[in-house]
């Protein structure tokens, strides 16, 4: 799901991971992408819904992301599903790892953005999966939101 505004800046979220797990904090990490990537993110042909993140050795890994080929790319157009790596700096992935340690835990990709600077950066977080009555819990207080909403604006 892309979103552009009148500057040009993408963002493209994972709606699903917010329903999914209780997320317990959020690390920003800039993204190790080829030319052709970050043409097509700019265009916004990217997908979060099946990515996840991992850390192997001293690093953090997103996998499943999805950014389309670049539609002006030529014989050296990236593969459109490969492993990108996460920069982060050394205390957050110490952080990141220790977390993971705990049953339960897991990394999930929220947003994906181009900042101000023009850089891609993507919004991860330390999540843990939420059982099937907590989603419900969630979807009731959103539907009693949405009537509350719907009544005070016949009032107005």
């Not at 050296?76 to 340690?101: F, G």
């Not at 979807?139 to 719907?150: A, E, S, T, Y």
């Amino acid at each position: 799901m892309a979103k552009k505004t009148k500057n040009q800046s993408i963002s493209i979220s994972n709606r699903k991971a917010r329903f999914e797990y209780e997320l317990l904090e959020v690390f920003t990490a800039g993204l190790q992408l080829q030319g052709t990537e970050i043409k097509s993110l700019r265009e916004g042909n990217a997908n979060l819904a099946e990515a996840y993140c991992y850390v192997q050795g001293a690093e953090v890994w997103v996998t499943g992301m999805y950014i389309a080929e670049y539609s002006y790319g030529s014989y050296m157009n990236h593969e459109p599903k490969r492993v990108r790596k996460l920069l982060l700096n050394k205390k957050e992935i110490a952080k990141i790892e220790s977390s993971l340690q705990d049953v339960g835990v897991t990394l999930v990709p929220l947003k994906l953005y181009i900042n101000a600077k023009g850089w891609a950066k993507i919004e991860i977080s330390l999540g843990r999966g939420k059982k099937l009555h907590d989603k419900r819990q969630d979807l009731k207080q959103k539907d009693d939101q949405r009537q509350m909403d719907r009544a005070l604006k016949q009032y107005k």
